[in-house]
């Protein structure tokens, strides 16, 4: 028999012998679901479909150990605490960044706007709150801020989602409008110095140490207390469970990585008398929007219908799926997260001035490609973004510490970004998909 | 004869100054396959696309259980338990079976997805099927062959108890064994009480499965038969409208 239907692949032996099981051969009991057998089944599993092109983010992963190892060697300063904390805060805002876009480049759609989209609203912001100016209460004007972010989103989601309009092209325009406002807002020339502390110490200040054991402690509790959720509904359904033993093991991972970094930041940094540690009050921040998307893309209906309509929009349409809406949305949150990337990154620099976020945005998109997410919609995942993101940040802080031309950091990133793209794209050729798609 | 689950009844549709459908009756009946044939251009898609809701008839009226409703959009079509599996299959290649079977109504507790319990009736309602073909609900679509993908867009028609399913031209594109496969799988959904709708321009297709056989030609009905009454040479007499049919009984 051939399988000359409609596959965009040719099929693999396997499925040759799966399709060609004639009326013979019994209805099994219950049809797999990938979750049967030990701990070396799930294994060969996995490496199966990395072998199939779902690489994810290990390619990132990967690169990322490349890059450690490499900085390490190469600088006596790029693994010591002090440079691990700065490399943290540092990737913040480009962690967020390209969180944010994960959300609209899952629809296959991008936002340009994003980086203007936070310097509007820091501008805002600073304008508003600063005591030489109009003296509103910070936390009022942060507010304000992050509505206008949600309000330039809704904008965007009008014109893309409503109206019909490539998102490319409505973002280049607010990407080019919004330089003009920014300076409108700001002023030409203008800066203005961030001087709420609770802003600068997003950044700048630290948990206590024993609160950094406690973050772990937290994440650790979060990961079982769901895992053991999934399994109870798994196991009242009476479907298969993936064998306990890979819980342990990924929370034994959670307990090291965590672990060895709260170690690292928890020793003294200071350079003077006065001691610095602990765990930058960015990362746990960072880690909780983190979740909080994760948990929202994957166990919510609307992250189940933005994959869907990533993957194939007319098929969202036909299943009832009110398209318009979730693509709306994600410019909604896609840029609300960008303006609390602009927090961060304003808290790190300690000012914003007229071009706040002009450069940003292509590093965020960049950030998502490098972590695996696809620019045609339907693949990736939030830590995808987050990690391509620190990868990105990783070159950037290792070329700066080995005192090379700035020119150097730019030609790097985008190698890196290319050969990102690259190793996607074979992989994918490899597991008999096209170039394309 | 049985009481027929849809009926409609002079049904006409136009585009602009375009007349698709001019009068159209049609009668579905339950645990029973009726073929919808026509040439190009007949108005096979409008009609099918009218019972799903999606493009709405402009006249004529449309009974379900003998109750006269209105097909305003797919949400109407889909309480009704109307389902229509579309010759694109309108699957999304990067979700799995299961999430491709519920798209659009999945379970939830607590607002959160609850995939043990859509795993399960995914793969009950595969096997009702009697599906041997797929090895994991768990597969990405991107990686089934064409069979198993009109296997998985059956399959995901009848999942929440569909009364009425419309399938277009399930056999367009599929090789020998794989076409044997799916028509088999066409016979147990009408086997399940389902009253099936089924579109081809194979005629020996429908001749195969068929329990009833009606000819659109240019926007008219111009012959509803009994499949064992006729043969595949008088319907592609209708179907070129170089035969007209006295006895169209609808």
């Known amino acids: ?437 | 004869m049985a009481q027929p689950i849809v009926e409609l009844t002079d049904i006409t549709k136009s585009f602009g100054p375009v007349s698709v459908l001019k009068g159209v009756s049609l009668k579905v009946y339950p645990g029973k396959i009726t073929a919808l044939v026509g040439d190009n251009g007949a108005g096979k898609s409008t009609l099918i696309k009218g019972l799903a809701g999606v493009q709405p008839y402009d006249s004529g009226t449309v009974r379900f259980d003998n109750n006269i409703v209105g097909l305003h959009n797919p949400r109407e079509a889909t309480a009704l338990g109307i389902e229509v599996v579309y010759q694109d299959l309108a699957l999304c290649d990067n979700l799995d079976i299961v999430r491709n079977m519920f798209l659009g109504r999945e379970e939830t507790e607590w607002g959160t997805l609850d995939e043990g319990q859509m795993e399960r009736e995914a793969s009950e309602t595969l096997r009702s099927l009697s599906v041997r073909t797929v090895k994991s609900v768990r597969q990405k679509v991107s990686s089934l062959s064409g069979g198993q993908r009109q296997t998985v867009a059956i399959a995901r028609s009848v999942l929440k108890d569909a009364r009425v399913v419309i399938l277009d031209e399930p056999t367009a594109a599929l090789g020998v064994a794989q076409t044997e496969q799916v028509l088999a799988l066409v016979k147990r959904l009408a086997e399940k009480g389902v009253g099936v709708l089924m579109i081809s321009h194979n005629l020996v297709d429908v001749f195969a499965v068929a329990d009833y056989i009606s000819v659109l030609y240019l926007g008219q009905m111009v012959a509803s038969l009994e499949a064992t009454q006729t043969t595949s040479d008088d319907v592609v007499g209708y179907i070129t409208g170089s035969k007209t049919y006295t006895g169209v009984n609808v």
């Open chain 1, 1 to 437: 028999m051939s399988a000359t239907g409609a596959p965009k692949k040719k099929p693999t032996h396997e499925e040759l012998e799966a399709t060609s099981a004639g009326s013979g051969v019994p209805v099994p009991d219950q049809i797999g679901s990938g979750f049967e057998g030990g701990v070396i089944d799930q294994a060969k599993a996995w490496l199966s479909r990395v072998r199939g092109g779902e690489m994810g983010v290990l390619p990132a992963v990967a690169g990322l150990v490349v890059l450690f190892v490499m900085f390490t060697i190469a600088s006596p300063y790029f693994l010591t605490d002090r440079n691990f904390a700065n490399l943290l805060t540092q990737a913040a805002p480009y962690v967020m960044l390209a969180m944010a876009l994960v959300f609209v480049i899952l629809l296959g759609e991008i936002d340009l706007s994003a980086g203007v989209t936070s310097g509007v609203a820091m501008g805002l912001f600073v304008v508003l709150s600063n005591p030489g100016g109009i003296k509103m209460n910070w936390i009022l004007a942060l507010l304000i801020a992050l509505a206008a972010g949600a309000a330039i989103g809704t904008f965007i989601g009008f014109f893309v989602a409503r109206v019909g309009i490539p998102s490319f092209v409505v973002t280049l325009g607010l990407f080019l409008g919004f330089q003009g406002l920014e300076l409108l807002i700001i002023g030409t020339g203008g800066l203005y110095r961030i001087q709420e502390p609770a802003v600068i110490a997003i950044e700048s200040n630290n948990l206590e140490p024993w609160q950094g054991w406690v973050m772990i402690a937290v994440i650790l509790v979060i990961s079982f207390a769901t895992a053991m959720v999934d399994r109870r509904r798994r196991t009242r359904a009476g479907v298969p469970n993936r064998t306990i033993t890979l819980l342990w093991i990924r929370l034994v991972i959670i307990a090291v990585i965590g672990g060895v970094v709260v170690a690292l930041l928890n020793q003294d940094r200071g350079q003077s008398l006065l001691a610095i540690t602990g765990v930058p009050i960015v990362v746990p921040l960072t880690l909780f929007i983190l979740w909080l998307g994760t948990f929202v893309l994957d166990r919510t209906k609307f992250g189940a219908y933005l994959y869907a309509i990533g993957g194939n929009p007319e098929a969202a349409r036909r299943a009832g799926i009110k398209v318009v809406g979730i693509r709306w949305t994600a410019f909604i949150i896609c840029s609300s997260l960008a303006v609390v990337s602009g927090l961060f990154s304003a808290s790190k620099v300690g000012s914003v001035d007229a071009s706040f976020g002009t450069q940003t945005v292509l590093f965020g998109v960049a950030a998502a490609v490098v972590g695996g997410v696809s620019l045609f919609g339907g693949r990736g995942r939030l830590i995808h973004g987050a990690v391509g993101a620190v990868v990105i940040a990783t070159i950037t802080n290792g070329l700066g510490l080995l005192n090379l031309p700035g020119g150097v950091n730019l030609l790097v990133t985008g190698g890196v970004l290319i050969l990102a793209a690259t190793v996607d794209a074979v992989s994918r050729v490899r597991a008999g998909g096209s170039l394309t798609r």
